[in-house]
């Protein structure tokens, strides 16, 4: 499964929090509708310092592995 990070926007269009959504559907795993030309950003970004949503963080850890080169992948 490949996930991806998608951007929720403030009414400025300023990045709120970033979310991770699952094989780019338009729905985060935290259940948030995202827009569909929302910024998109690679899984790899996550943990870098991006102001991520805490629910989809927590859901992505538990399917994501927590290093590179994981066997189980």
Do not use: F, N
């Amino acid at each position: 499964m490949t996930h991806q990070l998608r951007a929720e926007l403030g009414p400025d269009g300023q990045v709120l929090k970033w979310h991770v959504v699952r094989d780019a559907e338009p729905t985060a795993m935290c259940g948030r509708e995202i827009a569909a030309d929302a910024e998109a950003r690679d899984e790899a970004e996550w943990g870098t310092g991006l102001r991520g949503c805490q629910q989809c963080g927590s859901l992505y850890m538990h399917e994501a592995p927590h290093y590179p080169g994981d066997p189980h992948r």
